[in-house]
């Protein structure tokens, strides 16, 4: 056998392994690349339900403002006192249901903004793990050409 077809044989041997490992590296990155993307719109998404939130609270607070006023437009209307009992305690029963529901809006925007915050870091862990085993296959691709090429070799030198 020629020397020269062992010898493009052996550089054709190589360049598969470079090829596959080259392809194996760029799987990686971009399945670490898509992840990170992922991430990031999980991250802005839970920015987003905390933004919303705030606006809900800003809502509730103005439709509370509401609410009393007409309440206190229908006492005066009605011929009670303002500041009599019964009045004081329905403004009270308000005041205490406006700030349940403040504390519930931002007890639920916390929970979504909390799960999607996982889910971000859960997708950029996934991309890590995607790319720690593209360069294990291309250390394994790499070793098992370096054997087959050395098997090669020495039956050749023979």
């Known amino acids: 056998m020629s020397y020269w ?76 006192l303002i500041d009599s009992g019964s009045v004081q305690d329905w403004e009270g029963d308000m005041i205490d249901s406006y700030e349940v529901d403040k504390i519930m809006t931002d007890h639920n925007s916390e929970l979504v903004a909390n799960g999607l915050l996982s889910e971000a870091a859960m997708s950029r862990a996934e991309g890590k793990n995607a790319q720690l085993a593209s360069w294990i296959n291309m250390g394994a691709t790499a070793f098992s050409s370096a054997w087959s090429l050395g098997m090669s070799t020495a039956a050749l030198i023979k």
């Open 5 to 80: 077809v062992v010898g493009a044989a052996l550089v054709m041997s190589v360049m598969r392994a470079a090829t596959s490992m080259y392809g194996m590296y760029v799987q990686g990155e971009a399945a670490k690349d898509a992840a990170d993307y992922q991430a990031k719109l999980a991250e802005e998404k839970a920015r987003q339900a905390r933004e919303m939130a705030s606006r809900e609270k800003e809502d509730l607070g103005q439709q509370h403002a509401r609410d009393v006023a007409l309440g206190r437009v229908n006492v005066a209307a009605s011929g009670l």
